[in-house]
């Protein structure tokens, strides 16, 4: 079963930051925090990950809350390529699978 | 660009029959894991290869098996096909110290598009 639980969509004003929130109320201290990106039929893009520090990278900023139990993706300027179903995913460091649940479909208003 | 690559893209056959994808890894991985994806719905795991072994199985029936090579490219072969096999078939490949490490990050391939008519 999926551990989070992300709003099925959202929208975003192109240009602005687009604001992911995920809950993942029951993680554990060895769970990373994982966000990929998937466009349409295309393979899940890996965005990001943690465990718990807050990350950025070039495509994004993981804010990770101090008790872990939630975080925000943050994509800083949205374009509309950034049209996409994002999954928030929490992954043991000791199993090999990635659970993925229903996702957020962020659609980038021009 | 993941560096992993899936043939066929796409692939259309009629139930009861059997069918073979491919996966080939990106290049310093040793781990493949194959995942199943409905429309409309997430990934489902299904196996994962390390090092030419299964390294963990999702809730698939024994009619989807797998194999990895020497080179850690990967097949997917799926016998008795069932109409509601229809789905998107993606491969991911990652880097691995040792099995039950899990947590490593997994590059996924633009997926095979499989209908069973």
């Known amino acids: 079963d999926a551990k989070t639980t992300q709003p099925p969509s959202m929208d975003c004003a192109e240009g602005r930051a687009a604001n992911l929130p995920c809950n993942h109320s029951t993680i554990s201290g060895n769970e990373y925090v994982y966000w990929y990106r998937q466009i349409h039929s295309q393979g899940p893009q890996y965005i990001i990950h943690g465990l718990k520090n807050n990350e950025t990278n070039e495509m994004a900023s993981l804010i990770i809350t101090e008790d872990r139990k939630s975080s925000t993706l943050i994509l800083p300027h949205a374009t509309l390529r950034d049209t996409a179903v994002y999954y928030c995913i929490v992954y043991y460091s000791s199993a090999s699978k990635i659970i993925f649940g229903s996702g957020t479909r962020l659609s980038i208003r021009p | 660009e993941t560096g992993v690559t899936q043939s066929p893209t796409h692939l259309i056959k009629t139930r009861g029959q059997q069918v073979t994808l491919r996966c080939s890894s990106q290049s310093g991985h040793n781990t493949v894991s194959w995942y199943q994806q409905a429309l409309g719905q997430g990934p489902q795991f299904i196996f994962q290869?390390?090092?030419?072994?299964?390294?963990g199985r999702g809730n698939f029936p024994p009619r989807f098996s797998g194999l990895q090579f020497p080179n850690y490219s990967s097949e997917l072969n799926v016998n008795a096909l069932e109409l509601d096999d229809s789905a998107l078939y993606l491969c991911?490949?990652?880097?691995?110290?040792?099995?039950?490490?899990?947590?490593?990050?997994?590059?996924f391939g633009p997926g095979t598009r499989l209908l069973v008519l």
């Open positions: 991911a490949s990652s880097s691995l110290d040792q099995p039950g490490q899990g947590g490593e990050t997994q590059y």
């Open positions: 290869y390390y090092r030419e072994e299964e390294n």
